[in-house]
């Protein structure tokens, strides 16, 4: 895989860069990533995976941007609200590199279709902000053995993870919380999106150029107001109902 004169002088810090140079950026450029949401976390992670040289983009939203958007999901402007979220990212995404490929898909993702809107995907970016779809995006990783970066955020803090198989997201969060808050209910401070969405982004960077140590099996927590970060390893659960040792047994049963 080869690169324009534009690619080289767009991509120059990144090819002089040891840990991805020519190798890393050319498995970037052959790489497709699925972006679930183009909300608080999606839509900063789209411009950076953009930047970077990503060779195609998947952006599954069935979402319109509102001007409650605007404070935080920056691949949008004031001139896009009331426009589906996949066009107008798609816009924005292809003035800042039209060398990336952008496949629109303005669709909820539901355990019906996740597996056709993940499958094809060499990562996954999941920030949607339910943990329904969560669950359906997880399932549909591990069954397609597509490697999963998990972005939350909610008022001061965040957290990003990735999962790999085993364990996965459901082995860390088993059942939907009976009082989990929302940024509509409870808020959330703009630019923390932007922390939590380049964090994500730079995940699915690591996972694809084989860079560093990706948080796999671990999930960074960051707390915006004090300033503070840390990481806890998630154990696999055996009872998962994903990917636990009884439901390996069911299958071979099966």
């Not at 999941?126 to 969560?134: I, K, M, N």
């Not at 923390?192 to 150029?209: R, S, T, Y």
Request: glycine residues 12%; proline residues 5%; aromatic residues 4%.
């Amino acid at each position: 895989m080869t690169f324009s004169e534009d690619e080289i002088e767009r991509y120059a810090r990144h090819l002089v860069l040891s840990e991805v140079g020519g190798p890393g950026q050319q498995r970037l450029k052959a790489a497709r990533v699925g972006l679930i949401g183009l909300g608080g976390v999606g839509a900063p992670a789209a411009l950076y995976l953009a930047a970077a040289g990503i060779g195609a983009l998947r952006l599954i939203d069935d979402d319109t941007v509102a001007l409650s958007n605007l404070q935080r999901q920056i691949v949008f402007d004031s001139a896009d609200i009331g426009r589906a979220k996949v066009v107008a990212g798609a816009e924005a995404l292809a003035a800042l590199n039209p060398h990336v490929a952008l496949e629109l898909r303005p669709e909820h993702l539901t355990a019906e279709n996740a597996a056709a809107l993940v499958e094809g995907c060499d990562v996954v970016i999941d920030g949607t902000d339910d943990f329904e779809t969560r669950f359906c995006v997880n399932a549909a990783c591990v069954a397609h053995g597509v490697p999963l970066v998990s972005g939350a955020l909610g008022r001061w803090s965040g957290q990003v993870g990735v999962f790999r198989g085993r364990p996965c997201y459901r082995c860390m969060v088993p059942d939907s919380p009976p009082d989990a808050e929302t940024c509509s209910r409870v808020g959330v401070i703009g630019a923390l999106a932007g922390v939590v969405g380049a964090m994500a982004a730079l995940e699915a960077i690591k996972l694809i150029a084989d860079a560093g140590e990706p948080l796999s099996g671990r999930l960074l927590l960051y707390d915006g107001l004090a300033g503070t970060a840390r990481t806890v390893r998630v154990a696999p659960d055996p009872d998962c109902p994903v990917c636990g040792q009884a439901k390996a047994v069911r299958s071979k049963a099966t």
